[in-house]
């Protein structure tokens, strides 16, 4: 290696110096989807970004979706997956689905991927510890739910015993039953319970744009009252809605910064805590 890369590595490492002072001991919630999660270089990427937001004295929670992998499950058995505004309609056969591909599979590979590249991760359901209290949102979206209240001690207690949480987002009814939550909604009430340091989303687009679909226009740092009245004009729309009331949720809870960042590039966490010029969107109150 020639003698400029490695002064370049050093001047990186100078550069996050920092923000590693700052960030140490803090906790970021960091909600992870999209193409990060089916590309496996991506996620390699992802994973050693956690565990190393880890040993340099973060505590990271990581909160995960898996939308497109239960609809694939749902076609092998012979069910059409539906929805009504973005939320999947949830009946008892559904959520057993549900359940087995965000509980019992995609949060233990998770888990299992985070622990070979050298952390200690715990994955959790909203059962688990009661972590997760939810309430039924209405009966035309069957099992589906909306946080009702958050068991943020576990998480305290895990983090500082150096464990790096793993969360799928399913509910615990008070009668037992399971829940079917937004994984975006779940992250930023996360965020607001523990207190959080940072909430951060890894979405599939650079950020969001002052004109919807062209990547010139990235706004660097959103105010939460021109983040309402793009959603309510329609310039803000699909997937990016519940993204965006998130950051907006945690952010009204205390949370002093929210990010939203392409989970396309690789290393994009670090990116964004770690260096001066950071990417993304960053929605602020």
Not at 126 to 138: E, K, P, V
Not at 191 to 208: F, N, P, R, S
Not at 278 to 284: E, L
Request: charged fraction near 25%; hydrophobic fraction near 45%; proline fraction near 3%.
């Amino acid at each position: 290696m020639s003698n400029e890369r490695l002064v370049e590595k050093a001047r990186v490492l100078i550069e996050a110096l920092p923000y590693i002072r700052t960030f140490f001991g803090k906790t970021f919630v960091i909600k992870y989807g999209g193409a990060a999660m089916t590309d496996e270089e991506l996620k390699k990427a992802v994973i050693l970004d956690v565990i190393l937001l880890k040993y340099v004295g973060v505590n990271p929670v990581l909160v995960h979706g898996g939308g497109p992998e239960i609809s694939q499950w749902m076609k092998r058995v012979g069910k059409e997956p539906r929805f009504v505004n973005g939320l999947r309609v949830t009946d008892a056969e559904t959520m057993e689905i549900v359940q087995m591909v965000l509980a019992g599979k995609i949060n233990k590979d998770l888990v299992g991927l985070i622990n070979r590249y050298g952390g200690k991760a715990i994955g959790l359901s909203g059962h688990d510890g009661n972590l997760i209290t939810a309430r039924r949102r209405g009966d035309h979206l069957g099992l589906v739910g909306d946080v009702e209240a958050i068991n943020a001690n576990l998480l305290h207690l895990l983090n500082r015993e150096g464990y790096i949480p793993v969360i799928a987002t399913i509910g615990a009814g008070y009668d037992g039953e399971s829940y079917n939550i937004n994984a975006d909604a779940v992250a930023g009430d996360l965020a607001a319970a523990l207190k959080a340091d940072k909430l951060i989303m890894l979405t599939d687009v650079e950020g969001i744009f002052a004109e919807e679909g062209d990547p010139t226009t990235l706004i660097s740092a959103l105010e939460v009252d021109r983040a309402r009245r793009m959603i309510q004009e329609g310039r803000i729309s699909g997937g990016m809605i519940p993204k965006v009331e998130a950051c907006i949720r945690a952010l009204e809870a205390g949370v002093p910064r929210t990010h939203i960042i392409d989970g396309r590039a690789m290393h994009s966490l670090l990116l964004e805590i770690f260096t001066d010029k950071g990417i993304g969107t960053m929605v602020v109150s």
